[in-house]
C-alpha cells in the first residue's frame, strides 16, 4: 500500500466527484469517472460522485451518487454542446452546493472536488466560496484542440482560439490540476496557479471472454473472428471515423473488413452524415451492452484509434490493451504505447494513408501482431493498475496542503508514485 492509500484508510479525505454529463452512460468519459470514484473508496477515501440526473441503465449500487434532478437533464446525451445543457449545469450546481451544505452540517465537510472536464470545473469554480472546497480540475482534453469538433468547419479557428482561453482560464484559477496525458500537462502547466500531476487512468482487466462466445458473436453480426479490424466507440466528430473510411477505401476488396462498432443505435445515419462518399466502405454494428462490444474486441485482429486531437488519454486504449490485440494509432495520441514496441503507430502527417498501410501490415504479419499485442497488455499491467493510481491520486491531494509545485509521471516512474521534481507555476 502506498502514502496515499495508508492515509485514506487512517482517516479518509472526503471526495467530490463531479461530472457534467449524463450518467451512467456507455462512453470513455463517464466509465473514467465512475472507475475513479470507485477505487478511491477502495483505496479508503470517501467519495461521492455528482452528476446530470439522466442517463442509461441502472446507477451502480457501489458508488455513492448524488445525480441532480432528471427533469432538469438533457435528453440528448452524447458529446458536445446542446441547448439542455445550460439548464443541467444549474441543475448540478445546486445539487452540489446542497450536498457541500449537508456535508459541513453533519460535520464532514468535503475535502476537494475532483471536477471532471471543463464544465464540471466552472461549476467548482463558481461555487467555491460557497461550499469552501479546493477545486482540482481532472482535465480528459484540451479545449483548445476539441471544440472545433462540435462547430461547422469554417469555425474551427475562432472555436479552438475560444478553447485555448477556457483551457487557461481555468487552470489560473483552480487549486490543482490532474492531465491524463503529457501533451495536456505540456499546455496547461505554463497556465497553472497551482500543482499538476499528469496520472493515468486506471483499469481493472476481467478474464477473457470465452472464444465459443467471441465466435457466436462475431457470427451474429456476419464476422470471422481474427478477420476484420475494428473501432469502438462514439461517433463524434473528434474521433475522426472519415480517416477509417479513406483508408478503407485505398484498400484492395480483397482485404479484411474495417467495422465501426458503437453502443448508439442511430450509428448508420450518424456515421452516413459524417463520412459522406465514404460511409459504404464501412461495416457497422450497434452493440446492446459492454459484454458484446467486448467479444468484438476480442475477435478483432487488429484494433483502431483514428483521434488524432491531442490532450486526452482515450478510455477505449486501455479495453484495447487488455484484448492483447495490436493497436493501430496516431503517434503521441496513444499515451504510454511505442512504435513497433507495444503498438503499430503512424505519424500524423500520413493520415489515412499511415493507417491503410497499418491495416496491411498487422493483418500480414501475425507474428508481430502478437507481439505488438502482448506489450501492450503488459504495458497496462505495470502502468494503469487503479490501487497504485488511486494511491498516487490520494497522494497528490495531500500534497495540495503544502508549497505549490508541479509534479509529473514520467516514462521512467511507476505508477504509484509521484516526481519528486518542485518547480513553481508560471
Request: aromatic content about 6%; hydrophobic content about 40%.
Amino acid at each position: 500500500m502506498n502514502a496515499g492509500a495508508a492515509r485514506a484508510k487512517a482517516g479518509g479525505p472526503r471526495i467530490a466527484v463531479l461530472g457534467a454529463f449524463p450518467f451512467p452512460y456507455p462512453q470513455g468519459s463517464q466509465i473514467f469517472f465512475a472507475d475513479q470514484t470507485r477505487a478511491l473508496a477502495e483505496a479508503g477515501a470517501q467519495p461521492l460522485l455528482l452528476s446530470y440526473g439522466r442517463g442509461r441503465g441502472e446507477r451502480p449500487s457501489d458508488i455513492e451518487c448524488a445525480p441532480a434532478s432528471i427533469h432538469l437533464s438533457p435528453k440528448v446525451m452524447r458529446s458536445g454542446p446542446n441547448w439542455g445543457k445550460p439548464v443541467a449545469d444549474l441543475a448540478l450546481l445546486a445539487r452540489w452546493r446542497s450536498a457541500a451544505r449537508e456535508a459541513r452540517r453533519q460535520g464532514r465537510p468535503f475535502d476537494f472536488v475532483l471536477a471532471h472536464n471543463a464544465e464540471a470545473a466552472a461549476i467548482a469554480l463558481l461555487s467555491r466560496r460557497s461550499t469552501r472546497t479546493p477545486v482540482i480540475y481532472v482535465a480528459h482534453t484540451l479545449l483548445g484542440h476539441e471544440l472545433s469538433a462540435y462547430l461547422p468547419g469554417r469555425h474551427a479557428d475562432e472555436a479552438n482560439r475560444a478553447g485555448r482561453l477556457i483551457d487557461r482560464a481555468l487552470a489560473r484559477r483552480v487549486d490543482g490540476i490532474i492531465v491524463l496525458s503529457e501533451e495536456a500537462g505540456a499546455e496547461l502547466a505554463p497556465h497553472a496557479r497551482g500543482p499538476l500531476a499528469q496520472i493515468p487512468p486506471g483499469f481493472s482487466p476481467m478474464p477473457a471472454p470465452e472464444p465459443e462466445s467471441v465466435m457466436r458473436t462475431c457470427t451474429r453480426h456476419g464476422l470471422m473472428p481474427g478477420r476484420y479490424a475494428l473501432y469502438s466507440g462514439n461517433l463524434d466528430r473528434y474521433q475522426e471515423l472519415e480517416l477509417l473510411a479513406r483508408a478503407e477505401s485505398e484498400r484492395p476488396g480483397s482485404a479484411p473488413p474495417l467495422v465501426i462498432a458503437t453502443h448508439d443505435d442511430g450509428a448508420r445515419n450518424q456515421t452516413a452524415s459524417a463520412l459522406p462518399g465514404h460511409e459504404g466502405r464501412i461495416r457497422h454494428v450497434v452493440v446492446q451492452d459492454f459484454s458484446e462490444m467486448r467479444k468484438l474486441l476480442y475477435g478483432a485482429y487488429c484494433l483502431v484509434a483514428p483521434r488524432r486531437r491531442v490532450g486526452g488519454f482515450p478510455i477505449k486504449l486501455l479495453n484495447y490493451m487488455e484484448t492483447g490485440r495490436p493497436i493501430l494509432a496516431f503517434s503521441g495520441r496513444a499515451p504510454g504505447l511505442r512504435h513497433d514496441e507495444s503498438a503499430w503507430l503512424v505519424d500524423e502527417a500520413q493520415g489515412a494513408d499511415g493507417l491503410a498501410a497499418g491495416l496491411a501490415r498487422l493483418v500480414a504479419d501475425p507474428a508481430q501482431a502478437k507481439r505488438l499485442g502482448g506489450a501492450a497488455r503488459r504495458r497496462l499491467e505495470t502502468h494503469h493498475a487503479w490501487p497504485e493510481v488511486a494511491g498516487a491520486t490520494l497522494d497528490f491531494l495531500a500534497r495540495l496542503g503544502g508549497p505549490a509545485k508541479t509534479s509529473v509521471f514520467t516514462e521512467k516512474q511507476p505508477a504509484d508514485s509521484l516526481s519528486s521534481r518542485a518547480e513553481p507555476p508560471c
